[in-house]
């Protein structure tokens, strides 16, 4: 009998995004998607609402109260490991992944057969990302288009002659993290981390399909992402973020008035070109197969818009305040 597996996640985006994450992996053979959705939102709960096996919480001020936190955590880690250690602690799978709502499983049955091989002393099986890009001056027709990028090996060698001096602005070659997220077995008692497990148990590395990250599903999505980061409070203890993550962040703070060098920035850090192509293809690092969720959608019955503006309007609905504070032009 091949193992199970279920999927969670603490969402705070368009709807669009939360339908697809559902819908995508339950067609991929997930058990069960549980989403928490870290604010309420009706567009959402309704698509949702039309799928089997997807579970929604909404996490507002009543649902927080009655939690042993008491009220709602200031960190939205905090509340993402809150919700996940909850449904490992119930689900009745094999297998929990705990991801965010911009990370797809590429290939549910190839995972599956990685956890039905995963030897006994396995207690979390870890999906390496790969993270989407687009070749430069190409326009993607939804918020999915693009190609995908790995970690590259050897990064103080290969780093520059990718990306030349732009290099310290990716960790090992990419915009987010590389440390991928995990497949805890369940049952094992194991404390859900946001990448892996506390204290790292022992494990594997699935080696036949990877998990697709797409770090900003636009432009506008990307840039928001670092602004907010560039404005949280400060936070004791080491970089929570990463030297690479934190100057991007905080390159893009300096620059948001100035929009061509903004601009500029996210460019570098989003687009491939001719010469980048060829050397990611040259190490091994490149996935060109793109990624649809229109059939699983239809299939479903759902018909969320995908397109870039639509995803944008909804972010700037969402985001209205901090946008008008801190770029008035993009508000």
């Given at each position: 009998?091949?193992?199970?597996?279920?999927?969670?996640?603490?969402?705070?985006?368009?709807?669009?995004?939360?339908?697809?994450?559902?819908?995508?992996?339950?067609?991929?053979?997930?058990?069960?998607?549980?989403?928490?959705?870290?604010?309420?939102?009706?567009?959402?709960?309704?698509?949702?609402?039309?799928?089997?096996?997807?579970?929604?919480?909404?996490?507002?001020?009543?649902?927080?109260?009655?939690?042993?936190?008491?009220?709602?955590?200031?960190?939205?880690?905090?509340?993402?490991?809150?919700?996940?250690?909850?449904?490992?602690?119930?689900?009745?799978?094999?297998?929990?992944?705990?991801?965010?709502?911009?990370?797809?499983?590429?290939?549910?049955?190839?995972?599956?057969?990685?956890?039905?091989?995963?030897?006994?002393?396995?207690?979390?099986?870890?999906?390496?990302?790969?993270?989407?890009?687009?070749?430069?001056?190409?326009?993607?027709?939804?918020?999915?288009?693009?190609?995908?990028?790995?970690?590259?090996?050897?990064?103080?060698?290969?780093?520059?002659?990718?990306?030349?001096?732009?290099?310290?602005?990716?960790?090992?070659?990419?915009?987010?993290?590389?440390?991928?997220?995990?497949?805890?077995?369940?049952?094992?008692?194991?404390?859900?981390?946001?990448?892996?497990?506390?204290?790292?148990?022992?494990?594997?590395?699935?080696?036949?399909?990877?998990?697709?990250?797409?770090?900003?599903?636009?432009?506008?999505?990307?840039?928001?992402?670092?602004?907010?980061?560039?404005?949280?409070?400060?936070?004791?203890g080491s970089n929570r973020h990463g030297?690479?993550?934190?100057?991007?962040?905080?390159?893009?703070?300096?620059?948001?008035?100035?929009?061509?060098?903004?601009e500029e920035l996210v460019s570098v850090?989003?687009?491939?070109?001719?010469?980048?192509?060829?050397?990611?293809?040259?190490?091994?690092?490149?996935?060109?197969?793109?990624?649809?969720?229109?059939?699983?959608?239809?299939?479903?019955?759902?018909?969320?818009?995908?397109?870039?503006?639509a995803f944008d309007a909804s972010l700037?609905?969402?985001?209205?305040?901090?946008?008008?504070?801190?770029?008035?032009?993009?508000?």
């Amino acid at each position: 009998m091949k193992p199970s597996w279920a999927v969670v996640t603490t969402v705070d985006e368009p709807a669009a995004l939360v339908a697809t994450f559902a819908t995508h992996h339950l067609a991929q053979g997930a058990r069960a998607v549980h989403v928490f959705l870290d604010q309420p939102d009706l567009d959402a709960q309704a698509m949702l609402a039309k799928l089997p096996r997807c579970v929604v919480t909404v996490c507002d001020d009543a649902y927080w109260a009655a939690s042993e936190k008491g009220k709602r955590p200031l960190i939205h880690t905090a509340r993402q490991l809150h919700n996940a250690r909850q449904v490992y602690a119930q689900t009745d799978a094999d297998w929990l992944l705990h991801c965010d709502g911009d990370e797809y499983v590429r290939d549910g049955a190839a995972m599956v057969q990685a956890l039905a091989e995963a030897p006994a002393e396995a207690m979390y099986m870890r999906l390496l990302v790969a993270e989407r890009a687009y070749p430069k001056g190409e326009i993607g027709a939804d918020i999915f288009a693009g190609i995908f990028r790995h970690a590259l090996p050897d990064y103080p060698r290969n780093g520059p002659d990718v990306y030349g001096e732009m290099a310290e602005f990716f960790h090992f070659g990419l915009t987010g993290h590389k440390a991928g997220k995990a497949l805890s077995r369940v049952g094992a008692g194991l404390q859900i981390g946001l990448h892996a497990p506390n204290l790292k148990p022992v494990h594997r590395v699935i080696q036949t399909t990877r998990l697709l990250h797409f770090d900003g599903l636009t432009r506008l999505h990307f840039t928001l992402k670092l602004l907010r980061r560039a404005a949280e409070p400060p936070h004791g203890g080491s970089n929570r973020h990463g030297e690479a993550r934190s100057l991007q962040f905080q390159s893009l703070r300096e620059a948001v008035a100035e929009v061509a060098l903004r601009e500029e920035l996210v460019s570098v850090l989003k687009n491939l070109d001719r010469q980048q192509l060829r050397q990611l293809r040259r190490l091994g690092c490149l996935d060109e197969v793109g990624f649809d969720p229109h059939a699983v959608l239809a299939a479903a019955g759902l018909a969320p818009d995908l397109s870039v503006a639509a995803f944008d309007a909804s972010l700037r609905q969402r985001h209205a305040a901090f946008l008008r504070q801190h770029a008035p032009d993009l508000a």
